[in-house]
Antibody, heavy 123, light 112 residues
Framework: EVQLVESGGGLVKPGGSLRLSCAAS????????MSWVRQAPGKGLEWVGRIKSKTDGGTTDYAAPVKGRFTISRDDSKNTLYLQMNSLKTEDTAVYYC??????????????WGQGTLVTVSS | DIVMTQTPLSLSVTPGQPASISCKSSQSLLHSDGKTYLYWYLQKPGQSPQLLIYEVSSRFSGVPDRFSGSGSGTDFTLKISRVEAEDVGVYYCMQRIHLPSTFGPGTKVDIK
């Protein structure tokens, strides 16, 4: 069974930092391109960024509102995805989901989301 | 960025009746590989989003066949042939052809 379990959310002051983790299991994490999506309270979904697999270059891409402040990384030895968030703003308050989508060995489409972790930026 | 719009933004449906949601993108979602990267998600109250339809019209594993997707280029539609009580939530279309991936504003569906 595939599981994505986010952790690390909490209350942080504006200008502060937080690191989120997403522990993955049940699939070959090292082959997966992983993404972060967030949802502000009562609002819609917003793509934050993604990281490719190392075999595909391991590069990252970010949404404009977080570029230069957020960093996505991965530790394939721990099957864990990270989101380092610096210079946090009140508008970063949201539930953060990690997610992945891929075609598996049998060409079946897969799409998985974690349960999300809440980040609240407030003084 | 590609802008995704959805209509209507809310929908109240009698159980057993059909429902339809429109999604339009500001640019074509047809890739040179022949695929169209348009997806439909449902977020039930208090839950993470769940995929319903991928690449315009392919039903995701386990999704009931009352859900169907259609469209091409920039105009897409999600149809529910007979709405059930468990279908309540917010429906989002999403594009993945260009970064940043973008979502529509969501269509809230509830039961009359």
């Amino acid at each position: 069974e595939v599981q994505l379990v986010e952790s690390g959310g909490g209350l942080v002051k504006p200008g502060g930092s937080l690191r989120l983790s997403c522990a993955a299991s049940g699939f070959t994490f090292s082959n997966a391109w992983m993404s972060w999506v967030r949802q502000a309270p009562g609002k819609g979904l917003e793509w934050v960024g993604r990281i490719k697999s190392k075999t595909d270059g391991g590069t990252t891409d970010y949404a404009a509102p977080v570029k230069g402040r957020f960093t996505i990384s991965r530790d394939d030895s721990k099957n864990t995805l990270y989101l380092q968030m610096n210079s946090l703003k009140t508008e970063d308050t949201a539930v953060y989901y990690c997610t992945t989508t891929y075609y598996d060995f049998w060409s079946a489409y897969r799409d998985y989301w974690g349960q999300g972790t809440l980040v609240t930026v407030s003084s | 960025d590609i802008v995704m719009t959805q209509t209507p933004l809310s929908l109240s449906v009698t159980p057993g009746q059909p429902a339809s949601i429109s999604c339009k993108s500001s640019q074509s979602l047809l890739h040179s590989d022949g695929k169209t990267y348009l997806y439909w998600y449902l977020q039930k109250p208090g839950q993470s989003p769940q995929l319903l339809i991928y690449e315009v019209s392919s039903r995701f594993s386990g999704v009931p066949d009352r859900f169907s997707g259609s469209g091409s280029g920039t105009d897409f539609t999600l149809k529910i042939s007979r709405v059930e009580a468990e279908d309540v939530g917010v429906y989002y279309c999403m594009q993945r052809i260009h970064l940043p991936s973008t979502f529509g504003p969501g269509t809230k569906v509830d039961i009359k």
